[in-house]
């Protein structure tokens, strides 16, 4: 028993240094998390300042910090709380930051191209969106964004196409229903 509390205590200690704990950047991380449930984006995106500022971390936690930023950043514009193209354009950067460390991850390239859809950069946007399914085929938010970025552009086959295999994996999502009834593809 003596010898399991101790080795618990020595992990437990390591893991507290090997995240950075002891400096802050942990609670910061944490904090920042649990305000962005919360949906106070601009309180928590200040606390990932401070976490990628303390250079704490590395590799793919700090890949996942950008990530996070740059979608906190991204959700305070999308729910309209701000009108701000450069709150957009700095999101654009932290995920791209993120898919630099880590080129793998699919959802910092769904979250690049919802920005640059919402900057009106369609092509952009349809270009992640399609490399979100070349990494995760069976991601039904990509084939639903790429979906909405095509009808903007008016390339209706190729929207009717993604709205279609979004609804095969989602067939009670209410967006791309929507969609096809727009673009009257029933």
């Known amino acids: 028993m003596k010898n399991s509390i101790l080795c618990f205590g020595i992990l437990g200690a390591f893991t507290i240094w090997a995240t ?27 606390l990932y300042d401070r976490a990628i500022g303390s250079k704490e971390y590395s ?10 930023r740059g979608r906190a950043k991204l959700l305070n514009h999308g729910l309209r709380l701000t009108n701000d193209d450069a709150l957009l354009r700095s999101a654009e ?8 460390i880590n080129p793998k991850n699919y959802e910092a390239y769904n979250d690049r191209g919802a920005s640059s859809a919402m900057l009106k950069d369609y092509e952009s946007a349809i270009k992640d969106f399609t490399t979100v399914i070349s990494l995760k085929s069976d991601y039904f ?21 993604d709205c279609r ?3 095969q994996l989602n067939p009670t999502h209410w967006q791309p229903k929507k969609t096809l009834e727009r673009l009257g593809a029933n």
């Not at 950075?20 to 928590?44: F, M, N």
């Not at 590799?59 to 996070?68: C, E, N, S, T, V």
């Not at 938010?141 to 009717?160: H, M, P, T, V």
Request: glycine share 8%; proline share 1%; net charge negative.
């Open 20 to 46: 950075g704990a002891w400096s802050g950047a942990y609670e910061d991380w944490r904090d920042a998390t649990e305000l962005v449930k919360k949906q106070d984006y601009k309180t928590a995106i200040p």
């Open 59 to 68: 590799g793919i936690y700090l890949a996942q910090l950008y990530h996070m």
């Open 93 to 100: 950067t932290d995920i791209a930051e993120s898919i630099r």
């Open 141 to 161: 938010d990509g084939y639903n964004n790429r979906c909405l970025a095509f009808a903007s552009l008016g390339r209706k086959d190729e929207a009717i196409a």
């Open 165 to 167: 295999k979004a609804l």
